[in-house]
């Protein structure tokens, strides 16, 4: 299939990109410009060229999946060569996003024109490498490093007017966007010789140069064990000293060796992960949404808050419903503080906290959800709560509403069973703070509409989240594969470790917060509670709970937070605690490596994961990655607990989960059926999607 299409306007020959869904510059895309390119150049009755494109997108970049493999030719530098180097001059016409490779192409033109609604920018960081064909050596070149190093480092694109204030732009027009290329075109050629991006060198000064260094350095303070950032400042610094030529071959070279890079690969993975976690089984592009205008959230709690927050800020109105008028108007001032928080911050104005607060209307009694499109539940997690309140909206609210509970554990077929109307029923589990966290789980029970759940899909990306639709199971996906991990830190406690080990080794792994750590600003007794509620014990988080130790908000939990303080400090009394547990059970305590508890507490639930695959509570293991990495803050560049669990080598973690069965006698910790046969095979968990 032909990619690029080729029509005249009078003299200037426009060049249409046209390679769906998002001009992803791949091998045919990549071959077809050059040939368009040096066609154009050849014919004598052509004086410019106009690069355009058909779609959404200017150009996405380069095609993320060709990573990692041979690149057939031409590679983007040499259609870049091409462009740059043409005798007559090439204008961009942006009319979409230009990312990554994208905007690349735009910085070898000689003239760059966009519609205003036009993105430009370099993500490239975002998947662990640098730009590949020019970026760091044409965008200094054009704007100074000053602000083409921010703009690469943050991987945050800039609207056209912005781009357009930094040079990066010639020219913003509302209207034909082609015939205005056409015209820039025109001009430059008049001119005679382009003028190439590459020989600009009056914006890269001392002064440019000082600035880029400063920045540099609070770069290298901020992410310098991240090897992309330090990359990057490593080939912009070659703008400054080397020829453009040789400051291209470094870019490449420094680009080809993050590319293969675990770090990058667990990137891309997460990328076409999130986007598969879009593919619902069962719910294609026939099933239409239902139309939500309007929601009600009952519940004014911190999450209740923050879900009103998420509608609010997405422009839909919704009623905040409580049981008191004083409960609900202490969960009205706490939204205002929230949004308090950002106006003070500089990140919203006072206007735009007033339109969202308008957005959100106060009322207690559960008849005020009777007008909403959609009433997502976030009350008090107990089973008889939620059922009276299901019970209850079953009776106001207005037929086709759908009823979403936002329970993290609970079994949604028995809250359904509630109503009379359970096909519209279903979990939306949103994570703390709902109001910043990506993730939402979507509960899907047996029998629920499948515009039900496409409504809830729909919903959450209007919502800016990230969904992944998941079965009905205790803690569906997320929390019942963190009940794995602690439970394993309790165990690990027992045997030999202290917790501030523990939450070390998976801090020294990426995450922000140790599960200890972790538990004492949730609180403790929500754990407990919890367990209590299901006739579980654990022995260490039993006996401090019962010592009323809840966390940072009794001042003391599994660490001291003397005078309200954040960082917990090591506790003698919880550490004699747990030594004490540890005789009483007759465990002869030894101490272990930060490799050891990690595998301790990763490999558990990894082999719940792989349950959940085996149970189709999940579709896929991305999907599963996904929720880690936008719920729970699984370190980006480690591609989520699945995708890790590959890199290790399941075979491995096979191993490891015998012998730590073994060790506790704790016949859960034995692997997978799923596991075990994968490993066995050689293949990962990445192999069960062809299936
Ligand atoms: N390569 C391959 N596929 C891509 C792609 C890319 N660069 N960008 C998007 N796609 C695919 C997606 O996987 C998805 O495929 P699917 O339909 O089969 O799931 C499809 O295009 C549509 O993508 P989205 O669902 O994300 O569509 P949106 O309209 O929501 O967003 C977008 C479009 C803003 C372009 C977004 O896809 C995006 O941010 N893409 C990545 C941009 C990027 O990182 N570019 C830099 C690449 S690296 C590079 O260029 C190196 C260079 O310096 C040499």
Known sequence: MQTVRIARQGSVAVATIDNPPVNALGAALRRDLATAVTEVMADPEVEALVLAAAGRAFIAGADISEFGKPLAQPILPEVLDLIENA?????????????????????????????????LGLPEIKLGIIPGAGGTQRLPRLIGAAKAFPMMLSGEPVAAQKALDLGLVDRVVEGDLVAAAVALAQELAAKGRPRKTGEIAEKLTQADREAFEALAKDATAKS?????????????????????????????????????????????HAF???????????????????????????????????????????????????TSQEQVEKGHARIRDTYGFSVKRGSMTEATREQRMALITPAVGIAAAAEADIVIEAAFEE????????????????????????????????????????????????????????????????????????????????????????????????????????????????????????????TGFGFKMGPFAMSDLAGNDIGWRSRKSRGKTAAVADAICERGW?????????????????????????????????????????????????????????????RILEEGIAARSGDIDIVWLTGYNWPAWRGGPMHWAEAVGL?????????????????????????????AEGKGFSALKAA
């Open 651 to 679: 075979d491995v973690i096979v191993r490891r989960l015998e012998e730590q069965a073994a060790e506790s006698g704790d016949a859960s910790l034995e692997p997978a059926p799923l596991l075990r046969r994968l490993a």
């Open 224 to 268: 310098g064990d991240m090897p992309n950032a330090m990359a990057l400042i490593e080939a912009v610094r070659g703008a400054f000293t080397l020829p453009l030529a040789e400051g291209l071959a470094h870019e490449r070279a420094l680009f080809a060796r993050l590319v293969v890079d675990e770090r990058s690969k667990a990137l891309r």
């Open 87 to 119: 005798a007559k001059p090439v204008v961009a016409a942006i009319q979409g996003v230009a990312l990554g490779g994208g905007l690349e192409v735009a910085l070898a033109c000689h003239g760059r024109v966009a519609l205003p609604a036009a993105k």
């Open 550 to 610: 809840f966390g940072q908000k009794t001042g003391r939990g599994y660490y001291l937070y003397p005078e309200g303080a954040r960082a917990g400090q090591r506790d003698p009394e919880v550490e004699a605690l747990i030594a004490d547990v540890s005789a009483k059970e007759g465990v002869a305590r030894r101490s272990f490596t930060s490799e050891e508890i990690l595998a301790r507490l990763l490999d558990p639930m990894v082999n719940e994961g792989a």
């Open 383 to 506: 089973m008889g709560v939620k059922r009276e309140i299901f019970g209850a909206l079953d009776k106001v609210a207005k037929p086709g509403a759908v009823l979403a509970s936002n329970t993290s554990y609970l079994d949604l077929t028995e809250i359904a069973a509630a109503t009379t109307r359970p096909a519209d029923v279903l979990g939306m589990h949103f994570f703390s703070p709902a109001n910043v966290m990506k993730l939402l789980e979507i509960v899907r029970p047996e029998g629920v509409a499948a515009d039900v759940v496409a409504t809830a899909i729909a919903l959450g990306r209007r919502l800016g989240k990230v969904p992944v639709v998941v079965g009905n199971c205790f803690g569906f996906v997320g929390n019942r594969m963190l009940e794995q991990r602690t439970r394993a830190a309790e165990r690990l406690l027992v045997a030999g470790a202290l917790p501030h080990e523990v939450d070390a080794a998976l």
């Open 272 to 322: 076409f992960a999130e986007r598969e976690a879009a593919k619902v089984p069962g719910i294609d592009d026939s099933v239409k949404p239902r139309p939500i205008a309007r929601a009600a959230v009952i519940g004014a709690g911190t999450m209740g808050g923050g879900i009103a927050m998420c509608f609010a800020n997405a422009g839909i109105p919704v009623t905040l419903i409580e």
